[in-house]
């Protein structure tokens, strides 16, 4: 099944988040035959992305969440399981970057749920708590856009989940 969009969709495109259909253009690319591309708008920072319409499953282009997988995702927050105890910074960090590349909205979380509980028995380093931003703020944005509310909203749930956020 070809996933598809049309102008004003908007769509998650792998570890830049959520952007906005803002044109499907037929464009000639290094010499070749004429390709229908989606033209997005990140939301979070205005990038523009060109993706092959062709190509959507490839790149990991897909729909926003639904409110039921939203239940899903604050289930995997509140999950505690974390295996990372004796695993070197670097090995996480690598682990933790190819679950945020996937785009799977459930990989991201379980990335965060991971930094948090991890924050709150050690100091995360640098990478890490980059790592954590990223999944924070592309988890908060899609969130928010999935059940139709301000990304405060879910802030204010995630501080109930992670206790170190409340502070």
Known sequence: ???????????????????????????????????????????????????????????????????????????????RVLNAGTTTWNRRFREYMEKINTGSVFEVAAVLRDLYVLKGGKDLSFCERKLLDTAHGLLVNELAIAKNCGEADIERELAGIFPCLAH
């Open 1 to 79: 099944m070809q996933l598809t969009f049309k102008i004003g969709d908007k769509a998650v495109y792998p570890s830049h988040g959520v952007g906005e259909v803002t044109a499907i253009e037929n464009r000639e690319i290094a010499g070749q035959q004429q390709q229908s591309f989606y033209i997005l708008r990140i939301l979070d920072n205005g990038m523009m992305i060109m993706v092959p319409t062709n190509n959507v499953r490839l790149v990991g282009l897909r729909a926003v969440i639904n409110k039921e997988q939203v239940d899903k995702v604050f289930k995997v927050l509140r999950e």
